[in-house]
């Protein structure tokens, strides 16, 4: 029996200039539902009709009919629907109401008002089916990305919903938490829970996968999921033709927060034309090692160096930079500030993809696409040292070939780029020299 | 609130300074030294501002420390002990007001409203509660912004150029509250009736404070009333604030959550 019907839904949220979804037909059944699209293209928003966030907390204009367990979704209001529909939000972070991993799953239970006595065995259950139960007790703050995020679907189950969805939820962590959480959701899939997720490394779920829905520019198609076929690896860079003097170096340099060290007596360096990638764990120092190499924190002991020039920096956190009017307005606003009149933010939209997207308000914008919003912003121009954090987080295979073209135009103009990431399509296409992070130390890398 | 409440009650720079250091000290115990560091920082600014702006700009009183030329424009004229106390005692004011509110925001987390609320008032808890998460999200934030804002080139340059920050740290902050609100929505807060699965319960240091604050607001009003708490005045000549036992005693009873919320901690 089909858990979910759209029926000719169309959308549109406030203010939008096109539906976000358009005449969407759709059934979902029980099984593993995996949702692919582009980025922007309105999986996050057709994720968000299965539990009544779109219409009821967006707004917008709505049309069609939508059922989920039974209930019209148009009539029915989301708190209602959480009964049915457990749902799971990108960020890890940005979701958790308490501090506490146990109160964090009761929240869902008492608000269905569930006798108290009844909630503990329900938080045991729940955690269990997330593989989280031994993180029962824990203060959330003390976990990585990948076990918030499981704690999240903990928190989900523990309303036993018919529909468990999730919202791209490892596109905000590392490796090890995206295995974490795509491993319990195999699983509740294997034990016959009824899911439907959109995610970008298909790869990792389309052989369980039951039914395979395409999202792209609102218009919305159920495909086979046994043609799917895994996007090639993005191909490896030539080294660069010329490679430049050292463009910044980092000499015996110790830095820490608050008396405790995090970097200690460091020595790394770069050349321009040359890509070097920051890998390791979560807070081994790699965001710390960026922001040291370009200036943004002084070394307690050591010395930094950087040759003369702009140096472009994309921090994790894409929404730190996004304020202009529209996303062409930020990428003139780096050109300008850099006072480099000769070249137009077109260039690097059409480089970048966003085009389409030059006049939007970079907020309006889906994670991927605010992403390389970001990336465009920082990227324009002539930077001399590139520094990038996590610079592919929420892009999806195409948009991160696109960067990858940047990155290899920069490199070849002379440019250095230092990158953290956790991505290794990233970091095996671009990287000539890989340096690990961890626990305070720099090591290179042997090939 | 009871700190607040009090330190408005009066004008004795005595008593301010009494409930300002209890304040200080409740704030210590309940969030610790380390917490609290940069806000103590930050309230330190604003009161010396405050101190000296009522130094430099309000030429009164009769105790001339020294004078500038009144052709000076704004800034000229005579300084006087009595202006500088009068602006400390503003200082004390504004210090002690801050660190009275303070506990709100650093030693609350959002669901313990949630859960203080009557089930009448759930839908307003989750508003107060996405508010709150706006307090903590918004130091970090600046930090990013600021940090790479930087990088693109910008330099603060008078106010106008403050809002190349201030404008990503405010949306970053509403956009992080609205994510909140939305995951409380998707779990079904404010459907009903709620149950606990552990309901907030005060605890004896709770009902210690409690009464603590009950009683200093009470002893207050009565020496206020009574007119045993004297008020000050700085001007035209600077004299000690007279103090009162029962007022002090008042004030002391602030320090009721350095016992309690030590404990806690």
Redesign the interface.
């Known amino acids: 029996m089909a858990r979910a019907t759209l029926d000719a839904l169309t959308y549109r949220y406030p203010g939008g200039a096109a539906d976000a979804l358009s005449n969407a037909s759709l059934t979902v059944d029980g099984g593993l539902n995996v949702v692919a699209g582009p980025s922007g293209g309105g999986k996050s928003t057709l994720l968000r009709v299965f539990?009544g966030?779109v219409p009821?907390?967006h707004g917008g204009r709505v049309s069609g009919h939508a059922r989920v367990a039974g209930l019209d979704v148009i009539a029915t209001?989301?708190?209602?629907l959480?009964?049915d529909v457990g749902?799971v939000?990108q960020?890890p972070e940005?979701?958790?109401?308490?501090?506490t991993v146990?109160?964090e799953v009761?929240?869902?239970?008492?608000?269905?008002?569930?006798?108290?006595a009844e909630?503990?065995r329900r938080?045991g259950e729940a955690l269990e089916a997330a593989g989280a139960a031994h993180l029962a007790g824990r203060t959330l703050r003390t976990l990585s990305g990948g076990e918030r995020q499981r704690v999240a679907v903990a928190?989900?189950l523990a309303?036993r919903p018919a529909v468990l969805v999730l919202d791209e939820p490892t596109s905000q962590l590392d490796d090890e938490g995206c295995e974490m959480v795509l491993a319990t959701v195999r699983r509740l899939a294997g034990e016959g829970t009824t899911i439907v997720v959109s995610e970008h490394r298909l790869e990792r779920l389309m052989d369980i996968a039951t039914a395979f829905i395409e999202v792209d520019a609102g218009k919305v198609r159920a495909l086979d999921p046994a043609a799917w076929n895994a996007p090639p690896q993005p191909v490896r860079l030539q080294p660069a033709t010329t490679r430049h003097t050292e463009a910044w170096c980092v000499r015996v340099a110790s830095v820490g927060f608050?008396g405790t060290p995090v970097l200690e007596d460091v020595d790394a360096g770069g050349c321009g034309g040359e890509v070097v990638a920051l890998t390791g764990p979560n807070g081994g120092g790699k965001t710390t090692l960026l922001?040291l190499v370009?200036g943004?924190l002084a070394p307690t002991a050591g010395k930094v160096v950087r040759r003369p020039g702009?140096?472009?920096?994309l921090?994790q956190?894409p929404?730190?930079?996004?304020?202009r009017p529209s996303v062409r307005d930020e990428v003139r606003?780096?050109l300008d500030?850099?006072g480099d009149g000769t070249e137009t933010p077109e260039a690097i939209l059409e480089e970048l993809g966003l085009s389409a997207s030059a006049s939007r308000y970079p907020?309006d914008l889906s994670s991927g696409e605010r992403q390389r919003a970001a990336a465009a912003?920082?990227l324009a121009g002539s930077p001399s040292l590139v520094l990038l954090d996590e610079p592919t987080r929420g892009m999806d295979a195409r948009a991160r070939d696109a960067l990858i073209a940047v990155i290899a135009r920069l490199r070849d103009r002379g440019a250095a780029v230092v990158l953290a990431t956790h991505d290794v399509a990233l970091r095996t296409a671009v990287a000539d020299r890989v340096l690990s992070v961890a626990g305070g130390r720099v090591m290179e890398c042997v090939k | 609130m009871a700190c607040l409440l009090i330190v408005l009650m009066t004008t004795n720079p005595a008593y301010k300074g009494a409930v300002l250091a209890a304040a200080l000290c409740a704030l210590a115990a309940g969030a610790g030294p380390?917490r609290i560091s940069r806000l103590l920082a930050a309230v330190a600014a604003v009161a010396t501002f405050a101190a000296l702006l009522n130094f430099v700009s309000a030429h009164l009183g009769e105790t001339v420390l020294f004078s500038l030329p009144a052709q000076i424009p704004a800034v000229g004229g005579p300084y006087t002990l009595e202006a500088l106390a009068f602006g400390a005692a503003g200082g004390i004011t504004i210090a002690a007001a801050i660190l009275a509110v303070a506990p709100f925001s650093l030693l609350l987390?959002?669901?313990d409203i949630?859960d203080a609320l009557p089930d009448a008032l759930a839908r307003s808890g989750a508003a107060i509660?996405a508010s709150l998460n706006l307090v903590p999200e918004v130091g970090a934030?600046f930090v990013?912004?600021s940090?790479?804002?930087?990088?693109?080139?910008?330099r603060p340059r008078g106010p106008r150029s403050w809002a190349?920050v201030v404008?990503?740290v405010v949306?970053?902050s509403v956009?992080?509250s609205l994510?909140?609100a939305?995951?409380?929505?998707?779990?079904?807060?404010?459907?009903?009736?709620?149950?606990?699965?552990?309901?907030p319960r005060m605890s004896a240091g709770d009902w210690l404070v409690t009464a603590c604050a009950g009683a200093a607001i009470a002893l207050f009003l009565i020496a206020s009333t009574a007119g045993w708490a004297q008020p000050w005045a700085a001007y035209p000549t600077l004299s000690p604030p007279a103090v009162n036992a029962i007022a002090l005693l008042a004030c002391a009873l602030l320090l009721a959550p350095v016992v309690a919320w030590r404990a806690r901690r």
Not at chain 1, 77 to 80: I, K, L
Not at chain 2, 183 to 198: L, N, Q, W
């Open positions: 539990n966030l009821h907390f209001p989301t708190r209602r959480a009964r749902f939000f960020d940005l979701q958790a109401v308490y501090g146990d109160r009761a929240f869902g239970p008492e608000n269905e008002a569930v006798p108290a909630i503990p938080i928190s989900a309303s608050g922001r370009g943004l702009r140096v472009a920096y921090p956190n929404a730190a930079l996004l304020h606003f780096t500030r850099a907020r912003a920082v | 380390r987390e959002p669901h949630v509660a934030t990013q912004v940090e790479a804002q930087r990088m693109r080139g910008w190349e404008v990503p949306l970053t956009e992080s994510q909140l939305e995951s409380m929505e998707a779990r079904g807060f404010g459907s009903g009736p709620r149950t606990h699965v552990d309901p």
